[in-house]
């Protein structure tokens, strides 16, 4: 339930704030007033799209806040958890607005910023808002079958139906992209047998590409490195043998070593370590070299080597460290390919199986759409009838869909037919109603939607525009009866509408210091009084109008 709203610096207001109540509440108010400033500015508030031309001439920004009573269980309470966002200790959120002079805006709950989707998912739970142009809905015939599965609350078979019919188009995907395989399989079989062949000859390992570039760059450079060997050996073991002569320098050092003290004993010490290390220098050296010995066959079967694993990778466009995984996937798919029958039969099999479970959730649906369409027939009908409409009948038809025409949605087509005239036939309804009689089918419709759907504001923007008298009195019924299950706000222009309210509210303009600006005021006693009576007889006030609207108040208190 609405509770407080306050606006400030939006179009003609400077700075209201309203609080309201449960039940059902009316704003009046003459025509221009800004009646409808009230509308868009909560509309900003429940997520609506935002632009500069609503500030007030003058200011940097606008800004409104609604606050929300919220009872449990209610599915906002879902939607809050979700964004981490807690109501207030009085159990309230507020939903506050403010957009700048730029255009841009910024939407908080409870304090917590938040985007403005998030806003308008809250707003959806919260409140609804009905203009006088929202009957373009109900003339949309792709709109019928949400309407009559959330009358039926059909949400369950509604989500089975989409779920099965989900896995059945991609069961039939699946088949027919293999199917498309096997009309291509002797091609397609003969290059992957090919391709496998190929690399299973080839027989690519792991890091092999890395360890041939290392051989044949130790290849290539052999000469130079046997040469380089052969220079360092000759100088350690050539004409003048340095290991020999080392060793002759370890042992004459040696034999006066233990005579000449701890010194003595150190030096002869690291002349035998240096000793044994170029003895193990020159022996690692002639290694090296027997090993570097220029080999260009080995060369040659290299290099040979390192073409055809990445002349193999470019083919294949990956790397040669891949190939191995690349034979792996191209043997699996060939294998794949060789059993396309088996596999298209259990395809075929699960596909059988999925439009049977898709069949048997459309059945469902359309069982339960078939007994919601003949409540919501007797109820509209009997709102209609309430309505000044006792002759016209209503229908939501189930008209089924060939087969290749199933949707996610079901299995047939659900359209409003109506009949508003005696003796005339059924016909759909964007064809058969009148402006006003779509707009009290609308409330019709409203009246029996909203009996069974959570508590929530629901607000009228002039929808009784274009009927009156005895008709205007039962549209106001009407909203009294939603206000029994919902809060409920109706601008209007009609007195018997007006009459209806539990409480009334009154829109005013008035210029001032050369500046205009819209006022609100909630209305009791006498001043509720003249209000209706201005409703009843225009600019000027008549005793009889007066006397009518204490008629209207008397009859409705």
């Not at 309407?147 to 139906?161: M, Q, T």
């Not at 034979?327 to 088996?342: F, I």
């Not at 007797?378 to 709102?383: L, Y």
């Not at 009791?524 to 006030?541: C, N, T, Y």
């Amino acid at each position: 339930m609405l509770e407080r709203l306050f606006i400030r610096d939006f179009g003609l207001i400077a700075k209201t704030e309203l609080t309201l109540s449960g039940g059902f509440t009316v704003f009046t108010g003459e025509t221009g007033a800004g009646k409808s400033m009230l509308i868009d500015a909560l509309s900003l508030a429940l997520g609506s799209r935002a632009g500069n031309g609503f500030i007030r001439s003058g200011a940097e920004q606008a800004t409104i806040e609604a606050t929300f009573s919220v009872p449990t269980p209610h599915p906002t309470l879902k939607k809050l958890a979700e964004a981490a966002i807690e109501l207030e200790d009085d159990g309230t959120l507020t939903l506050r607005r403010v957009v700048g002079a730029d255009g841009k805006t910024r939407c908080f709950a409870n304090g917590i910023k938040i985007t403005q989707a998030q806003m308008q998912e809250l707003g959806e739970e919260l409140a609804d808002i009905h203009g006088q142009h929202d009957h373009q809905m109900l003339l949309r015939a792709t709109a019928h079958p949400d309407l009559l599965d959330r009358f039926g609350r059909l949400g369950e078979a509604r989500k089975a139906v989409k779920t099965t019919y989900s896995a059945w188009r991609s069961a039939v995907s699946e088949l027919e992209a293999l199917k498309t395989r096997a009309a291509e399989r002797d091609r397609e079989a003969e290059l992957l047998n090919a391709y496998v062949t190929e690399l299973t000859a080839l027989n690519p390992q792991a890091g092999e590409e890395a360890t041939l570039a290392e051989e044949r760059q130790r290849l290539m450079a052999g000469e130079q490195l046997v040469e380089a060997f052969e220079g360092v050996r000759q100088a350690l073991s050539g004409d003048v043998d340095v290991v020999s002569q080392l060793g002759r320098a370890e042992r004459a050092l040696g034999h006066v070593a233990a005579k000449g003290g701890a010194d003595i004993e150190k030096l002869a010490e690291r002349l035998s370590e240096v000793s044994m290390l170029v003895a193990d220098v020159v022996a690692d050296i002639e290694h090296a070299a027997s090993s570097c010995e220029p080999d260009p066959q080995r060369l040659e079967q290299v290099e040979e080597r390192l073409y055809a694993l990445r002349d193999c990778a470019r083919k294949h466009a990956t790397t040669p460290d891949a190939l191995p995984e690349m034979l792996a996937t191209l043997t699996r798919q060939a294998d794949q390919l060789a059993h396309v029958e088996e596999n298209m039969a259990k395809l075929e099999v699960a596909v059988t199986t999925a439009r049977s479970a898709f069949d048997a959730a459309c059945a469902a649906l359309t069982k339960g759409r078939d007994k919601a369409a003949k409540t919501l027939k007797g109820e509209v009908e009997a709102v209609l009838a309430r309505l000044k409409m006792p002759d016209a009948r209503f229908e939501a038809r189930l008209s089924p869909l060939p087969a290749e025409a199933y949707t996610a949605t079901g299995a047939e087509r659900v359209e409003f037919y109506v009949a508003t005239n005696p003796g005339s036939p059924f016909a759909p309804l964007v064809k058969a109603a009148s402006g006003g009689e779509v707009s009290r089918l609308m409330l019709a419709l409203k009246v029996v939607f909203y009996q069974s759907m959570p508590p929530m504001t629901l607000v009228f923007d002039e929808i009784d525009t274009g009927v009156g008298g005895a008709v205007a009195e039962a549209v106001g019924l009407c909203m009294a009866d939603i206000a029994k299950h919902h809060q409920v706000f109706a601008i209007t222009h009609q007195p018997q509408v007006a009459a209806r309210g539990a409480g009334h509210v009154r829109i005013s303009k008035a210029v001032a210091a050369g500046a205009t600006a819209t006022s609100v005021a909630a209305l009791a006693g006498d001043d509720r009084l003249d209000e209706i009576a201005r409703m009843l007889s225009g600019a000027e006030v008549t005793k009889a109008a007066r006397e009518a609207a204490a008629s209207l108040l008397g009859a409705h208190g």
